[in-house]
């Protein structure tokens, strides 16, 4: 992981950049008793209700939090700390998400391995997939969901519902449902633009923040370092990634010329030459991530007005990271739920 600031990129585990890093010394010391800290600290319910302002600030200082941590809440949420759960970003401290281990298979598209494994998986169990169909309404009487209308006007009978559909999309479908904290649920949007070409990129990193928020990028991914087999033998596969604080934002209607344009300039300011891309992939995701602000909740895994209808997802993981990882286990969370609530025993 490096961080980009004023023209010069720093890797922080590195002892020289660490010390050539624009905070003081005694601010530098402090950071480093607050990561020991935040290390050997697993429960983070006691900031439930508190701001990441309100953590830095008590554990390292505002030296600290104003040289590293505000430009990383606003390259997240575009929030500044104050707006930020202390919750979330102390498990981020403790989880240690850039030293940690990346969890992926060497010299494999690992998404891909674990998705055709759990669909064979499923399909192996008699689970019936449909894909690339959305869901319309769902029908419901007084106390229960009991069908559900696609949006090509099929109707599948419903016994158990479970929603995985970012709460937003829910409420809007079932507005009248007051299960806890689902309301209030909101969500970051994110531009990603993927760039193959036959030009190698140094120096060697996987992750770049632009932490001096003077880029149309928010962060630089270089996906070969992750993943050597993909692109071009000798080329590069670099990442553009911007997260917005809501879809509505200007940005987020940019055309993709547009977006091209800004990322390929990004990409010649920072390392001085032309990307000059062979192919490219530009994704806009709606709703990306819950914004977890001061006091943010997880749902209950049931809803409080529809008993047959449970909730996963990753607005449900909180203060966890928002993963892939996370996610499987918000379901497997709500899984075995479900058969404590039917008398069934759970191995997992």
């Not at 008590?58 to 500044?80: C, D, H, I, Y």
């Not at 029908?139 to 109707?155: K, N, P, Q, W, Y």
């Not at 809007?172 to 760039?195: F, H, K, N, Q």
């Not at 006091?295 to 990271?321: D, H, K, L, M, Q």
Request: hydrophobic letters at 40%; proline letters at 6%; a neutral charge.
């Amino acid at each position: 992981m490096l961080f980009r600031i004023e023209g010069r990129l720093y890797n922080l585990a590195k002892p020289a950049d660490f010390l050539a890093f624009p905070m003081s010394l005694p601010d530098k010391v402090r950071f480093t008793l607050m990561m020991a800290r935040a290390f050997v600290k697993s429960d983070w319910s006691d900031w439930h209700d508190r701001s990441a302002s309100d953590l830095l600030d008590s554990w390292s200082g505002p030296g600290v939090r104003k040289a590293l941590f505000e430009p990383l809440t606003q390259l997240k949420f575009q929030l500044t700390c104050d707006d930020v759960s202390g919750a979330w970003l102390g498990a981020r401290l403790h989880h240690r998400e850039g030293s940690a281990a990346l969890g992926y298979i060497p010299d494999a598209n690992w998404t891909t391995v674990l998705c055709e494994g759990v669909t064979r998986l499923v399909r192996e169990a008699g689970v019936t997939i449909r894909t690339s169909v959305s869901v319309s309404a769902l029908h419901r009487s007084t106390d229960r969901v009991r069908s559900v209308e696609l949006a090509t006007g099929e109707i599948l009978e419903a016994d158990l519902v479970v929603s995985t559909i970012p709460a937003e999309i829910y409420a809007g479908i079932v507005p009248e449902d007051s299960t806890p904290e689902m309301a209030r649920i909101r969500y970051s949007a994110l531009i990603s633009v993927i760039c193959a070409s036959k030009k190698p990129v140094s120096p060697d990193f996987y992750w770049m923040n632009l932490a001096s928020l003077d880029r149309a990028a928010c962060g630089i991914f270089l996906l070969n370092s992750l993943n050597p087999t993909i692109g071009e033998p000798g080329g590069s596969v670099v990442n553009f990634v911007t997260h917005l604080n809501h879809r509505g934002q200007s940005f987020f209607a940019k055309s993709d010329f547009e977006l091209l344009e800004g990322y390929l300039e990004d990409f010649r300011r920072i390392f001085g030459f032309d990307l000059d891309p062979y192919w490219t992939n530009i994704a806009r995701i709606p709703m990306y991530s819950p914004v977890f602000t001061k006091g943010y909740r997880n749902p209950p895994p049931r809803s409080t007005t529809y008993p047959n209808v449970y909730f996963a997802g990753n607005y449900r993981t909180f203060p966890s990271i928002v993963s892939t990882g996370t996610a499987l286990r918000s379901g497997l969370d709500t899984a075995a739920v479900i058969l404590r609530d039917h008398g069934r025993p759970t191995s997992f």
